[in-house]
């Protein structure tokens, strides 16, 4: 199995789940965030729902233009569908992607304090690990906002039978 082929298998696994976190956020409050210094709901579930528009950006364009991929405020219901959107997208996009050029070419992240070069293949790993890592941050948000956490690599407290 290739790396890319090895990507797009992780992908498809943790497609679902980001779907399910997302659409567990409950949506009433999703200004709420446990600390001053951290991000609300509503930012990390948009980030959820649009960073495969910059998974996709440095696949096509070797670097990423941030401002090109940050929603405006968007309900549950529209984060949802945005993030099956742009899923949906970033498949096509590797499907397009040679092996050599997903492999070998580079790309660039430039952002405020620094710049981010590496292999497309390794960032594009790199976006999806904190990805993940934010989707795990908002799981987190989710039960004390009152809403139901849903399993995400195995059963939940609110999932089980009898939960």
């Known amino acids: 199995m290739t790396n890319k ?16 976190v997302i659409e567990a956020t409950p949506g009433d409050n ?14 990390l579930m948009m980030q959820l729902g649009s960073q495969p528009v910059a998974m996709s950006q440095i696949i096509t364009k070797g670097t990423i233009d941030t401002g090109a991929w940050k929603e405006p405020d968007q ?7 945005a993030a099956r959107k742009n899923f949906d997208q970033l498949k096509e996009d590797l499907a397009a992607i040679p092996d050599e050029e997903w492999e070998n070419s580079e790309a660039k992240f430039a952002y405020p304090g620094g710049e981010w070069k590496a292999k497309k293949c390794e960032m594009v790993w ?5 990805g993940i890592h934010h989707r795990g941050q908002l799981s987190t ?6 809403g139901k956490v849903p399993s995400i690599y195995g059963g939940s407290a609110d999932e089980r039978p009898g939960a």
């Open 75 to 81: 309900s549950v219901e529209e984060a949802a569908a």
């Open 30 to 43: 999703l200004d709420f965030k446990p600390h001053e210094k951290a991000r609300t709901a509503r930012s």
């Open 126 to 130: 790199g976006f999806l690990l904190d």
């Open 141 to 146: 948000y989710i039960r004390i906002m009152g």
């Open 5 to 20: 082929e090895f990507f797009i298998k992780t992908l498809d696994a943790e497609i679902p789940v980001f779907i399910k």
